[in-house]
């Protein structure tokens, strides 16, 4: 839950290997959940 919560409100930036595994669980590609802050 304190995870969820770090990830929505911007506190924490997820590992690559979160992100993917987050993806795979929405089925979605990780770029259309996370966004790029340097792009």
């Known amino acids: 839950r304190q995870a969820v919560n770090a990830l929505e409100t911007e506190k924490h930036d997820p590992s690559l290997d979160l992100a993917y ?12 959940i996370f966004e790029n802050p340097h792009a």
């Open 21 to 32: 595994r987050i993806a795979v669980l929405f089925t979605r590609p990780v770029e259309d």
